[in-house]
């Protein structure tokens, strides 16, 4: 395996190209919008909404919990999750210094 280049650059930029990366899946866009549609913690409706296996949501919420947008409690047998707001926040803050910066097209190309 080839070294990692992540040290280059700084931790504002790994940070969002982690959150895009998570994101960057159609099942977890899928996902997120059903847990924000809900407006609340969702246990073991996934696999009835979506029409993926288990392990299949089991492996996109892991990559959605592991960037923190995504927060789970356990409840006898089953996982419920839930949007973690502050993270949310933070994401949307992200994503929005990120867009807000001018492009100037017409002098360029």
Not at 67 to 92: L, M, P, R
Request: hydrophobic share 40%; charged share 25%; aromatic share 6%.
């Amino acid at each position: 395996m080839g070294a990692t280049k992540k040290d280059i650059f700084n931790e504002e930029q790994n940070r969002l190209a982690t959150v895009l990366k998570a994101l960057a899946h159609p099942a977890r866009i899928a996902i997120l919008q059903y847990i924000i549609k809900q407006d609340a913690c969702i246990c073991n409706d996934l696999v009835q909404e979506l029409g993926l296996a288990q392990a299949t949501i089991s492996q996109h919420l892991k990559e959605l919990k592991n960037i923190g947008i995504i927060k789970g409690n356990i409840e006898g047998t089953s996982v419920c999750y839930c949007i973690d707001e502050k993270a949310w926040k933070q994401i949307k803050i992200e994503l929005n210094h990120f867009f807000s910066d001018t492009i100037k097209t017409e002098e360029c190309c």
